[in-house]
């Protein structure tokens, strides 16, 4: 089965946001995932709980803002607005529409305002962003 299929619902529901929208968080919360991992195999801790390796709103718009930069480089403004984000509350909204069709879930201390202003989409994407030269090499 593919992911239009999957989410054919969830974009029925709430047709602000097209599949590649919900794509691209679920692409995001995979990639916050490993990076989360990643950081606890580097501080030792080794076998974690449960929950250690839950995403929380602020961490998976985090990680969201890296992975786009890392995709798309200055155009990913413009590439998320292109799928109906144009802020953090919209991952926020994604997610939410994710958790209220059994795709994801949520702790009893997930809400949906975790997602509201993390950061500003311009000056995270547009002001802040610094091209790497090795990167061009």
């Known amino acids: 089965m593919s992911l239009r299929n999957d989410l054919a619902g969830v974009v029925a529901r709430d047709p602000r946001y097209p599949i590649q929208a919900y794509a ?11 990076a ?5 195999r ?7 709980s449960a929950y ?6 602020r961490e998976l718009c985090e990680g ?4 786009a930069l890392e995709n798309y480089g200055l155009m990913a403004i413009t590439v998320l607005a ?3 984000i144009r802020s953090t509350s919209d991952i926020g909204e994604i997610v939410f529409n994710l958790i209220a069709s059994g795709d994801l879930e949520k702790t009893p201390n ?4 975790d ?10 994407f547009r002001r802040d962003y610094v091209l790497k030269l090795d990167e061009v090499a």
Not at 52 to 57: K, P, R
């Open 110 to 113: 997930d809400d949906r305002s």
């Open 82 to 84: 292109l799928w109906g």
């Open 42 to 48: 580097a501080r030792g801790r080794g076998r974690a």
């Open 64 to 67: 969201a803002r890296r992975l």
């Open 52 to 57: 250690s390796h839950h995403v929380n709103g």
């Open 115 to 124: 997602f509201n202003n993390v950061f500003d989409f311009e000056t995270s």
């Open 24 to 34: 691209f968080v679920l692409d995001a919360l995979e990639y916050t995932k490993r």
């Open 36 to 40: 989360k991992r990643a950081q606890g």
